[in-house]
């Protein structure tokens, strides 16, 4: 899939997919060799709310971390420039997200997610972490619903499966017209 052309570019990436698909491994990947920063949204609403995401999810719900994830889109939107953006697995969703710079959709099966997760050296504080895969068909039911959400928002989409994060930063650079 062709890079869709857009208007005014704040030089932003903003990657986008299924929790564990190795947005922030590749969000770091991309800063190195784009020489842009890279920032985490989920780290961002970790520091803003003074709480864990799975603290909020737990004490507060799911609608009140998606209304802390749309603060979160506003403040990029408006403030940062040319920087990668790792968002959490329901980020795609924040109204104007193309506003915020070009939308890169990792994309992998669920299967090979899972086994990515699971065979990572910290994988039980991995599974703990996110609240959304605590229930594997529920998570797989999700992961279905959002894949034709994810496609619809990106600019670009990049298949992640057996490749090295070198090697997808390389394609996202060569997609986004950033080498």
């Not at 997610?113 to 999700?142: F, S």
């Not at 496609?151 to 057996?162: F, M, N, P, Q």
Request: aromatic share 6%; glycine share 8%.
């Amino acid at each position: 899939m062709k890079a869709k052309k857009r208007k005014k570019s704040k030089g932003n990436i903003v990657l986008i997919g299924f929790m564990g698909v190795g947005k922030g491994r590749t969000a770091r990947m991309l800063a190195e060799q784009t020489g842009k920063f890279a920032v985490d949204c989920d780290d961002l609403i970790e520091s803003f709310a003074n709480s864990k995401v799975k603290q909020i999810f737990s004490e507060s719900g799911e609608p009140h971390f998606r209304k802390l994830e749309r603060k979160i889109a506003n403040w990029l939107e408006k403030q940062v420039r040319d920087t990668i953006v790792s968002t959490g697995g329901g980020f795609y969703n924040v109204p104007h997200i193309r506003k915020i710079g070009m939308v890169v959709y990792l994309h992998s099966d669920f299967d090979e997610i899972l086994k990515a997760i699971q065979n990572h050296p910290n994988a039980k504080k991995k599974i703990r972490k996110r609240p959304l895969l605590q229930d594997l068909n529920a998570a797989r039911a999700l992961f279905e619903e959002r894949l034709p959400l994810y496609r619809k928002v990106a600019d670009i989409e990049v298949k992640v499966s057996g490749k090295s994060i070198e090697k997808i930063a390389n394609t996202i650079c060569k997609k986004a017209g950033l080498k």
